[in-house]
């Protein structure tokens, strides 16, 4: 059982210095997304910013408590491996339940996307902030320069336009840009998470059992 106890010490040393990384990525993920989108989430219907922040703050909770857990390994402290256990399993079902809602916002993405940007694009007091959406994601309109037609084409819709106006070189509709920059990121986050919840499931058996086996060599000593 000492050798048992030995694996699973250090397996929950090494598996919480992966998931302090993993918590890294997930915090760097977050950062990207809000980033890239803080200027367009008027255009968006939907608490977007709050999930992107809600992201960077799970990533950063995954970094520091997978670093206690470290010093609690070390120290053999069973108060810090039990608090890191149920705390892990509280943030497992957030995970899970964070994941379920980033696969199901994937399901339907380009129905979600379309109908969000017909919305902005036709409500003409959201109209700059489209064209910022344009610049940033090199896109024109919702399906391409034909969203203007009749009217001329914003600058906002090509590399090089002339006296304020593009003329040609058009980007491609902002509905298949932004779908495909979801459906990347949602699927990112989404990877990232689940390796998340596998490797923090095992840490939390891991942890319940060196902290048993802690308790059990202090009553028999």
């Given amino acids: 059982m000492c050798c048992l106890e030995f694996i699973v ?40 910013s709050a999930l992107s922040i809600s992201i960077i703050t799970l990533g950063c909770i995954i970094f520091v408590i997978s670093t206690l857990a470290c010093c609690g390994a070390i120290r053999e402290s069973r108060c810090m491996l ?22 199901g916002f994937l399901d339907t993405a380009t129905t979600t996307v379309t109908r969000w940007l017909i919305s902005a694009f036709n409500n003409e007091d959201l109209r700059p902030a489209y064209h910022g959406l344009e610049t940033l ?5 919702t399906t391409g320069a034909g969203s203007y037609a009749p009217g001329a084409v914003p ?8 006296d304020n106006v593009c003329q040609a070189n058009f980007y491609d509709g902002c509905i298949d840009q932004l779908t495909s920059y ?12 689940i390796v998340v919840i596998i490797i ?9 059992f060196l902290s048993c086996q802690i308790r059990r ?3 028999t000593a």
């Fill in 9 to 48: 010490k250090y397996v929950l040393i090494i598996g919480n210095i992966i998931f302090a990384l993993l918590g890294l990525g997930i915090l760097g993920l977050g950062i990207a997304v809000h980033v890239n989108l803080k200027d367009i989430y008027q255009l968006i219907p939907v608490g977007l």
């Fill in 82 to 103: 039990l608090f890191y256990a149920l705390f892990m399993a509280i943030l497992a079902g957030i995970k899970i339940y964070l994941t379920v809602l980033i696969f």
């Fill in 137 to 141: 994601f090199r896109c024109c309109g």
């Fill in 155 to 162: 600058q906002s819709c090509c590399a090089s336009p002339i």
């Fill in 182 to 193: 979801f459906e990347t990121f949602g699927e990112s986050i989404g990877a990232v998470l």
């Fill in 200 to 208: 923090e499931c095992v840490c939390v058996l891991a942890g319940l």
């Fill in 217 to 219: 060599k202090r009553y």
